[in-house]
């Protein structure tokens, strides 16, 4: 994995001095929070409905046990013992003090981390397919061009104030673990006819209050032509987007406005202008990356433990049977550690917990960790003689949930809980679904399911590509709780469609239950999956189910 040089030392420690200065001036009351507001933000300090928060910045997902340890620290000396995993591959603080900021920050910087650009209008932390580097169905891993595009990124004058926000998102294979569709720039890494190794380019998706899947910019863009092509593509939005209404600042309301063909013009244009002034420069940046990257060496040696182990162990074997997914390598697996424990909160790591997945990537992951955007730890280099030791320290720290996949591996936002933009409750939602089809013990037999809970339009909780979506609004005062059904956020990504009237918090978990029992009633068969059977039989049955009063009626 990529490690400071020298000029990131310097970058990231200036930064923290200066904004060490900017605290210390808003704590002598120099600054009002109006004026402080745009340095916080610049070094992804929020403040929420209780505290500030501190976003920091885990590009592509990826960090070694050194920098996960440290996270534990930070949650211990500067927090509540906790932190909280986002859907973005970032860690949030939810109760620093202000003064502690600057220390945090300084602590970060020790291990090679920070906070900046996870917040303000600004391109944000560059993610990526958690599987990248160690997933078989890769053609190479994306890992290294998201680093160069951290880099790129990274203070670039031109782009520090954007009409809006500005997401991107990479992935190495045809199968998208990284939502790529949904993201305002969209990299797939593809091989042209040739045989050679370019970037799918998509642009203008996003969810929020205006939910849009991305459209094809570029089929095909070579390996030294995709950074001067991203640069002509948010070159191309700052001077065109808006800036009049910030719920139309997006690309994606830029693209829509003026048309596909209309902006692939203005980025070839753009492009034809910039490109001679790299130079090559970024392929020499993108080639000393690359080293960076470079694969672990494998262990070769027996997997008939594992074997046994899974025949002897029920539990154990439950638990590879869902948190397992196949690696590049003979004999490993990629291992997906669940935040969801049953009633806990999706995405809340405690301090110990963190050390724990930190000792078990030194000893038995080639030091390597990754947080996914489906608020998890991964494991993504692990033999398989190593599993069962994993799994038992796993265990000991209520790690060990076997539900990647199902019904109880919610993403949620934090909601109204921490958000001073939520306008309902989203945790507590995700619990009691959590909790009830556990006490069901219905999990395994519904078997992959995604549910995905939002607290606001803004779909911090990905509901638009849930399976099942929800989204919580306020209704004159009270929390109501709207259902989207047979949304996707992979490859075949789709829009969920809102299924009708929305239920009462009381009324939201008995409406989830009932459609889960339903569909189990309608599946041709156990293998057909909730999503599968939405799209072979239409909304028409699901909302049946959900408003049966209604469907009383109809039939009479």
């Known amino acids: 994995m990529y490690v400071y040089n020298d000029f990131d030392e310097a970058f990231v420690r200036e930064r923290v001095s200066q904004f060490r200065g900017q605290v210390a001036r808003r704590i002598d009351g120099s600054l009002t929070e109006d004026e402080f507001k745009p340095f916080r933000l610049m070094n992804g300090l929020y403040l929420q409905l209780h505290a500030y928060m501190l976003r920091v910045a885990v590009p592509y997902g990826t960090l070694n046990s050194a920098q996960m340890t440290q996270l534990a620290h930070l949650a211990d000396k500067y927090d509540k013992g906790y932190g909280h995993f986002t859907t973005r591959q970032n860690i949030q603080y939810n109760w620093p003090e202000l003064r502690d900021v600057p220390d945090m920050l300084s602590d970060l910087a020790d291990v090679g981390m920070h906070a900046i650009q996870t917040s303000g209008n600004t391109i944000r932390n560059v993610t990526a397919d958690h599987f990248a580097g160690a997933a078989k169905d890769e053609i190479e891993d994306p890992r290294p061009v998201a680093e160069l595009l951290r880099q790129w990124s990274t203070d670039h004058p031109e782009f520090q104030g954007l009409p809006r926000k500005f997401k991107i998102a990479v992935t190495g294979c045809e199968a998208d673990r990284a939502v790529i569709r949904a993201h305002d720039i969209g990299i797939q890494v593809v091989r042209n006819e040739a045989n050679e190794i370019g970037y ?5 998706g996003g969810l929020g209050r205006t939910p849009m899947i991305g459209k094809v910019l570029s089929d095909f863009v070579s390996k030294a032509d995709l950074l001067p092509y991203c640069e002509a593509i948010v070159s191309v939005y700052n001077l065109l987007g808006r800036r009049d209404n910030k719920y139309k600042a997006r690309i994606k309301i830029t693209l829509h406005e003026n048309g596909i063909d209309k902006i692939q013009e203005l980025v070839n244009e753009r492009f034809e202008q910039i490109q001679p002034l790299f130079g090559g420069i970024d392929q020499q940046f993108l080639a000393e990356i690359e080293h960076s990257f470079a694969p672990p060496a494998f262990k070769v040696k027996s997997t008939d433990g594992y074997d046994a182990a899974r025949l002897a162990n029920p539990a154990f074997r439950s638990w590879t049977d869902t948190n ?10 990629i291992v997906s550690i669940s935040i969801k424990q049953h009633g806990a909160t999706p995405g809340d790591a ?3 917990q963190m050390r724990v997945m930190a000792d078990l990537a030194t000893k038995y992951g080639h030091d390597e960790l990754r947080i996914s955007h489906e608020q998890n730890v ?3 280099h692990v033999h398989k003689s190593d599993l069962l030791a994993i799994y038992t320290a796993l265990r000991d720290v209520d790690l060990a949930t076997a539900n990647i996949g199902l019904i109880s591996d919610i993403i949620a936002c934090p909601g109204m809980d921490y958000c001073a933009l939520a306008t309902a409750r989203s945790i507590p939602v995700a619990k009691e679904i959590a909790t009830r089809f556990d006490e069901l013990k219905l999990e395994h037999e519904v078997g992959p399911l995604k549910i995905k809970i939002s607290g606001c339009i803004n779909a911090c909780g990905h509901h638009h590509v849930g399976h099942i979506g929800i989204l919580g609004l306020d209704r004159a005062g009270v929390e109501n709780y709207q259902i989207t059904l047979g949304g996707d956020g992979t490859e075949s990504t789709t829009i969920g469609t809102r299924a009708g009237p929305g239920f009462g ?12 029992l339903g569909y189990l009633s309608l ?8 999503l599968q059977a939405y799209r072979r039989l239409g909304e028409a049955p699901f909302k049946d189910i959900l408003y049966p009063e209604k469907a009383a009626q109809n039939a009479a």
């Open 324 to 333: 397992l997914s196949e690696h590049r390598a003979d004999g490993y697996a």
């Open 200 to 204: 799918k380019v998509i642009v203008g």
């Open 350 to 352: 405690t301090s110990a």
């Open 505 to 516: 918090a009381d009324e939201i978990v008995p409406a989830i239950e009932r459609l889960v």
């Open 523 to 530: 599946r041709m068969s156990k293998e057909e999956t909730f």
């Open 378 to 380: 991964i494991l993504p």
